[in-house]
């Protein structure tokens, strides 16, 4: 990986696309209008990108839709599908080192993460859907003599993804690898707070050879070009993740509309147990400390809940401080960050307001808070003996905070990590079989962890319980939510 000094070469010597992407090629919004882009490591202020409205979206999805009515992509066979998308891959990681700058300067995060984690985890993701979608079949019913009735996918239609700003390339591809290996379009909205790694998508993608309006980039707000593809009428699916409030008003949007399907990816509050029966304190401190501040906390399934026996916890919490050290925020395009600035000013502030209102709730703060200076940087922050009724214990901080909450036995930890509207993921350190299965059982969450935290690839589903969400990422469960399924019926005469 380069130096600092390179990196900062490299970004001198940046041409940074800022247009939207519609119909193969760059444009400036309709109106003319733009959005500032702000490095939160810095307050510079790094370009100004399409502020897209309606219009903008009209034509959009005029576009998806006619490429997918011509078939141009959607009735090419899978096998050639994956060959484009494979192509796709190799060109996100031979324009690795731009696209990992820009994603740091764009978010804050450090640039170890973005070069060795977001680029290759967002064209592994294209990969994998192209090597598994000629691999797909469909189904044969078990009828009665006469009858052949199969069951079979297919695309459907025009898809706009629309997605946050925490990792921004990654999860984009964690919607377009299925939706674009199934033959549909995909329209792109990325967080206004983080478009660029998005907008230099386009380029890729035609060079990789998906035709013109397969794949497009809108920019903008999420009130204005987001709220315009959730309201409208041509737009088949709505693949989003980001907050819960946002994904209730996209299904109102999508019910007052054309019933278009809504999968959501929202937000977590995630309970991490330890048990007292854990027979490796050090491993489960260490991953707790990941868990809750990599990505500066920014996480959907951070493990923002630690809930620890009490006869265990001021031991365990000692552990979990001196791990956190690990992750002291440093200037992101140092090589040796693992931790940089929170997306912005404005969410750094609310992250501060959290940790105040935590110990005006009562719980005592063991390390972490402000740290001063231009940038939207925070410490780690630990803040002790919170009670899960506590707002800082029930609401999404997103941020790096982590709460701990004692608990007496099995029956009140389950009680507890339950105890929340969200159910996105849990872990649970145990050395204890019979009560690893048990409790894993029991927890509501889309993921569990057992003696580890946040591990899995792309083989398996990703998604929530409750009001963290509906459908799944990943794995080829995902497929499913980019397809319709259609049962054919055939009598079969004498
Ligand atoms: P957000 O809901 O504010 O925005 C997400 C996207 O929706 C952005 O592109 C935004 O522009 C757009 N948007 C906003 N208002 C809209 C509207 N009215 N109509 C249409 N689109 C609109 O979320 P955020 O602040 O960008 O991201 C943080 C949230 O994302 C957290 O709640 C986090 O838990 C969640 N998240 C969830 C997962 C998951 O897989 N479950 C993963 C990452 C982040």
Known sequence: MKTREQWIELKNNLNIENRAYINGEYSSAMGGDTLDVINPATNETITQIARCQSEDVDLAVKCARQAFQQGLWSNRSPAQRKAVLNQFANL???HREELALLETLDTGKPIAHSFS????????????????????????????????????????????????????????????????????????????????????LGQLASQAGLPNGVFQVVTGFGHEAGDALAKHQDVDCIAFTGSTRIAGQLMISAGESNLKRVFAEAGGKNANIVFEDCDD???????????????????????????????????????????AQAFMPKDPLDTESSMGALIDQEHKAKVLDYIALGQAEGAVLRCGGDVTGVGAFVEPTILDNVDNKMRVAQEEIFGPVLCVIPFKDEAQAIAIANDSKYGLGAALWSSNINRVHRVAKQLEAGSVWVNNYNEGDMTVPFGGFKMSGNGRDKSLHAIEKFTETKTTWIRLHP
Do not use: M
């Not at 598994?132 to 199969?150: C, L, Q, R, S, W």
């Not at 898809?159 to 939706?179: D, E, M, Q, R, S």
């Not at 990599?294 to 401080?321: M, P, W």
């Open 117 to 200: 984690t977001d680029i290759p985890g967002a064209a592994n993701t294209l990969r994998w859907y192209a090597e598994a979608i000629d691999k797909v079949y469909g189904e044969v019913a078990p009828t009665e003599k006469d009858v052949h009735a199969f069951i079979s996918h297919q695309a459907i239609g025009v898809v706009a993804a629309i997605v946050p700003w925490n990792f921004p390339l990654w999860l984009a591809c964690w919607k377009l690898g299925p939706a674009l290996a199934a033959g549909n379009s995909v329209i792109l909205k990325p967080s206004e707070k983080s478009s660029l790694t998005a907008i230099y």
């Open 92 to 94: 996100i990681e031979s």
């Open 281 to 323: 304190l050090d491993r489960a401190a260490a991953e707790t400390a990941a868990g809750c501040f990599y990505n500066q906390g920014e996480v959907c399934v951070a493990a923002t809940r630690l809930l620890v026996h009490e006869s265990i916890k001021d031991r365990f919490v000692d552990k979990v401080i001196s791990a």
